[in-house]
């Protein structure tokens, strides 16, 4: 089991704090307790994602955000039990209480089926050309531009690595060759790597209907000229727990207007609201799908994810965005390139790669 000292709370912690436990404690949960370490309430990630979504303030007490009635587990409960309990309700984490409540142990789906390689595919779309990038992109894929010492798309692949994702399917079409001689078939990774040939430009959902079959499992779909550490296991979690049949991961952007804005009524004026801030959720360009959403993709033709997502919710399916509250740029500009070498050691590790 896990170290419960580290992973207990008061329920007059603050969000904040609770979300800075959750980020270093591994397992993607916090618990509330009492003074006499009774279970009051459980936090996950996707709690707060959606706390952050729904604007709350993370200096309130995380009494705003947790769950009151978890599912846990007995302390008569062998592994088999729980596991069933787990698997019944998609939770990847359980706390195991005694009779009168008091908490005893947290058990983790991970550690009880023995750990293994995820089985959830990979899409990294990295077709694109790069044009705003010119003269860098005259040469050399974006997706191969250095950043720190190896490709943008060495460390998405390596961030994905870490949480143990294993099979991977590139879409390619500019200077597609240098893409695939460079990581090959993934074996130096100790990964699968396979590519989507794009003859013509297909755009960001049209490409998935190339994969010589369909997966059986959600799948991760990302822009390869993305810099990002967000939990990817998280990511997955928030899906399930949602029920979504798509994800949309989704970025805050803020801009301040350098001027007042007036508030008018015909010819009457009624405030003033002195350089506002404006705030916005954008696409961040990385996905989950279930299987069958690729079925609403129409064969041989431009088709954009946003539009997948638009014909997903005209249907009345179940579709989430996923908050990213972690590192993310999109490398589109040649400033946003100067920016991710400039900040590129702050967030990820330069060690030697496989290459």
């Not at 729980?82 to 983790?108: C, F, N, S, T």
């Not at 954008?282 to 997948?308: C, F, K, Q, R, W």
Request: charged share 25%; hydrophobic share 40%; glycine share 8%.
């Amino acid at each position: 089991m896990v170290d419960l000292k580290s992973i207990c709370i008061s329920p007059t912690t603050s969000i904040l704090r609770a979300i800075e436990n959750i980020d270093v404690n591994g397992v993607q949960i916090v618990l509330v307790v009492d003074d006499k370490n009774r279970l009051l309430g459980t936090v996950t990630d996707g709690d707060v994602r959606r706390a952050i979504l729904k604007g709350i303030p993370l200096d309130e007490p995380v009494t705003r955000i947790m769950n009151t009635e978890p599912t846990v587990g007995s302390v008569h409960d062998n592994k088999a039990m729980l596991l069933r309990k787990m698997e019944r309700k998609r939770l990847h984490q359980i706390p195991v209480v005694a009779e009168d409540g008091y908490l005893v142990g947290l058990e983790v789906l991970d550690e009880i089926i023995k750990f293994q390689h995820r089985e959830n595919w990979v899409v990294l779309m990295a077709g694109g050309l790069g044009s705003r990038l010119r003269p860098l992109t005259n040469n050399c894929p974006k997706p191969l531009l250095k950043v720190g010492s190896k490709p943008i798309l060495e460390t998405i692949i390596e961030n994905f690595i870490e949480f143990d994702f294993r099979k991977f399917f590139i879409s390619v079409n500019y200077k597609a060759e240098m893409i695939e001689e460079y990581f090959g078939n993934g074996s130096q990774w100790g990964v699968e790597i396979e590519y989507i040939r794009e003859e013509n430009k297909m755009g960001t959902a049209g490409a998935l209907t190339l994969l010589r079959e369909k997966p059986n499992k959600p799948l991760i779909v990302m822009n390869g000229d993305l810099l990002t550490k967000i939990n990817f296991s998280q990511l997955l979690n928030y899906h399930i727990e949602n029920q979504a049949q798509g994800t949309m991961c989704v970025r805050e952007l803020s801009f301040q207007v350098p001027y007042g804005v007036v508030k008018i009524d015909k010819h009457r004026l009624l405030g003033i609201d002195e350089k506002p801030i404006q705030r916005f959720l954008i696409n961040a360009g990385i996905y989950v799908l279930e299987p069958h959403l690729l079925d609403l993709i129409p064969p041989n033709t431009h088709y954009n994810m946003t539009s997948l997502f638009e014909e997903a919710i005209n249907r009345g399916l179940e579709t989430a965005t996923f908050p990213i509250r972690e590192y993310w740029l999109d490398i589109g500009q040649m400033s946003d390139y100067e920016k991710a070498n400039g900040e590129y050691n702050n967030f990820f590790n330069d060690g030697i790669g496989a290459k």
